[in-house]
């Protein structure tokens, strides 16, 4: 009686260690999830440099993926960090609205803010193509009369401190293959825009907001693109601590090989943005969002 009492003591001092080291676990990975999440709820900058054909420097700040969030009231923690950047030109690059809300006045009044710190240049993005669809109506007109310089399947040429640059947007199904579409004609008209863009001795800059062509099949090595901006992939969403590794990009799944930085081939450099918020059902977690800052510079004597 006496040993079974005190094997059975035994037993529960065993479990009370288990279930101490249990909680103990639990509680350090929650705190460690929480600090990654609420991590990714402020502001960051990314800054880097590129060498390109520029014959003095052109600084740009690249914004993607807004998702209709705001960095303080009217988004004026976001304003002022990009006007600190002290920009030639801003670059938006695609949903920065969301596609099932109405709300359009979140980027509008943005555009409107930034547009007397630089030139704010605009390429759609998925959703912005799906608000227009489903809303009957064009965003161009909102975003011209709030500042913007609408490059949709279009592209301006400009001369900025001496360089010859080229500003194009493109959101279409070329160089997309997977994306086919039965209209042929505008498969036709988004070949015949390319084909244009490419045709210049000008620097090209082209914010193309699905990187998957650029980043995951190789067109680094094959368009003669100079710079392409991008964004879609958020980062990756969440973000694995240690290895940098993103957790999901749309049309690669699981695991990207690339969701976020600089990616460079022969022909052309991807800066892809992780972003400045999200449309996923997962929070961003060790991802914070950022806005990017790009010196085009000239290139080093050899
Ligand atoms: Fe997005």
Redesign the pocket.
């Known amino acids: 009686m006496a040993q079974e009492k005190r094997e059975s003591r035994k037993g529960r001092a065993a479990w009370r260690v288990f279930w101490r080291v249990f909680f103990s676990i639990l509680a350090l990975l929650t705190a460690i999830f929480l600090y990654y999440l609420l991590s990714s709820l402020s502001l960051s900058v990314e800054t880097l440099s590129l060498e390109t054909k520029a014959v003095s420097p052109v600084r740009i700040v690249q914004l993607t ?1 807004l ?1 209709n969030t705001q960095y303080g009231e009217r988004n004026e923690k976001l304003i002022a960090l990009v006007a600190a950047q002290e920009p030639d030109l801003i670059f938006m690059c695609g ?1 920065m609205l969301n596609r099932d809300e109405e709300n359009t006045e979140i980027v509008t009044s943005l555009i409107s803010a930034l547009s007397s710190t630089a030139p704010v240049y605009y390429g759609y ?1 998925n ?1 912005e193509k799906t608000w227009e669809k489903r809303c009957g109506r064009s965003l161009k007109p909102l975003l011209e009369a709030a500042g913007a310089i609408v490059v949709d399947n279009d592209y301006v040429d400009l001369d900025l401190n001496g360089n010859p640059l080229r500003i194009g947007g493109y959101m279409g199904y070329y160089p997309l293959p997977h994306m086919t579409t039965a209209d042929k004609s505008q498969q036709e008209r988004e070949q015949a825009f390319f084909r244009d863009f490419e045709d210049t001795e000008r620097i090209k800059l082209l914010i193309d907001h699905i990187p998957t062509g650029w980043v995951d099949w190789d067109y680094v090595n094959n368009y003669p693109v100079d710079v392409v901006f991008s ?2 992939y ?1 980062g990756g969403v969440m973000r694995i601590p240690i290895i940098d590794q993103g957790l999901y990009a749309p049309y690669v799944g699981w695991f990207p090989p690339f969701s976020k930085g600089v990616y460079s081939g022969t022909q052309a450099v991807c800066v892809l943005s992780a ?1 400045l918020g999200n ?1 996923s059902r997962f929070p961003r977690v060790n991802n914070p969002p950022e806005i990017v800052v790009i010196d085009l510079i000239p290139k080093t004597e050899e």
Do not use: Q, V, Y
Request: hydrophobic share 0%; proline share 0%; glycine share 30%.
């Open positions: 993926d998702h949903d993005g959703h964004g879609h958020h972003g449309d």
